[in-house]
T-cell receptor, first 118, second 115 residues
Framework: DTGVSQNPRHKITKRGQNVTFRCDPISEHNRLYWYRQTLGQGPEFLTYFQNEAQLEKSRLLSDRFSAERPKGSFSTLEIQRTEQGDSAMYLC????????????????FGPGTRLTVT | AQKITQTQPGMFVQEKEAVTLDCTYDTSDQSYGLFWYKQPSSGEMIFLIYQGSYDEQNATEGRYSLNFQKARKSANLVISASQLGDSAMYFCAMRVEETGNQFYFGTGTSLTVIP
C-alpha cells in the first residue's frame, strides 16, 4: 500500500493528557498537511510542511499543538493538555510540490485519527 | 477572504440517474484550483476531480464531470449513472495561490443513492 497512512486510527484519552499522532505520506510527496474535521463540517487546515520546514500554521493551532516533520518524511502532531473540544478527526494529507498554474496540487488523504477526549 | 459554499446538506438520487452537487466559491485571486473529494463512512477523503482557474474546458474523470462557470464562481460536480457505492459525503475545496497551499473546504453534501 503506497497511500498516506496514519496511526493510531482511534485514540481515547482523558482530559489533560498529551497525545501524539503519526502520519506517513506518499513517499515521493514533499508536502504534508494536517487538518481537523469535526462532525458535520469539512476539514479545517491546521498546518503545512514542505520537506522538513513548517511553512504555514492556522490560527486554529493553539500553543498546545505542535507538529514536526524531522527528516522530511513522516510527521507527528502532538496535542498537550487535551481538552474536550479537541475531540475530532485529525486528517493528514500529502501532495507533490512544484510551481506554476498548471500544477494541480491535489492532496491525498490518510484514513485519519479519531480523537475522543473524555 | 476565501470561502466555499455548499448549500445542499443532503441529496437523494435514484440508481443509474445523474445528480448535480452544487458548489460556489469566493476569492479575489485570479489563480486558484477547485477540487472535489468523496468521504465514505469509513472517513477517508478520496480525490475525485480537479479544475484550474485557467482551464478553458470543464474537467471530466470517468463518471464525474465538473461544471465550471467562472463568471458565476460555481464549480458543480455532476455524477452520471449513479451507483450505490456513490453514497457518501462530498466536499468541494479550493486552493488559492495568494494564501499558499492550504485547502478551503465546504461543509459537504451527503449523497444517498436509492436502489
Amino acid at each position: 500500500d503506497t497511500g498516506v497512512s496514519q496511526n493510531p486510527r482511534h485514540k481515547i484519552t482523558k482530559r489533560g493528557q498529551n497525545v501524539t499522532f503519526r502520519c506517513d505520506p506518499i513517499s515521493e510527496h514533499n508536502r504534508l498537511y494536517w487538518y481537523r474535521q469535526t462532525l458535520g463540517q469539512g476539514p479545517e487546515f491546521l498546518t503545512y510542511f514542505q520537506n522538513e520546514a513548517q511553512l504555514e500554521k492556522s490560527r486554529l493551532l493553539s500553543d498546545r499543538f505542535s507538529a514536526e516533520r524531522p527528516k522530511g518524511s513522516f510527521s507527528t502532531l502532538e496535542i498537550q493538555r487535551t481538552e474536550q473540544g479537541d475531540s475530532a478527526m485529525y486528517l493528514c494529507a500529502s501532495s507533490l510540490g512544484g510551481t506554476g498554474n498548471k500544477i494541480r496540487h491535489e492532496q491525498y488523504f490518510g484514513p485519519g485519527t479519531r480523537l475522543t477526549v473524555t | 477572504a476565501q470561502k466555499i459554499t455548499q448549500t445542499q446538506p443532503g441529496m437523494f438520487v435514484q440508481e443509474k440517474e445523474a445528480v448535480t452537487l452544487d458548489c460556489t466559491y469566493d476569492t479575489s485571486d485570479q489563480s486558484y484550483g477547485l477540487f472535489w473529494y468523496k468521504q465514505p463512512s469509513s472517513g477517508e477523503m478520496i480525490f475525485l476531480i480537479y479544475q484550474g482557474s485557467y482551464d478553458e474546458q470543464n474537467a471530466t474523470e470517468g463518471r464525474y464531470s465538473l461544471n465550471f462557470q467562472k463568471a458565476r464562481k460555481s464549480a458543480n460536480l455532476v455524477i452520471s449513472a449513479s451507483q450505490l457505492g456513490d453514497s457518501a459525503m462530498y466536499f468541494c475545496a479550493m486552493r488559492v495561490e495568494e494564501t499558499g497551499n492550504q485547502f478551503y473546504f465546504g461543509t459537504g453534501t451527503s449523497l444517498t443513492v436509492i436502489p
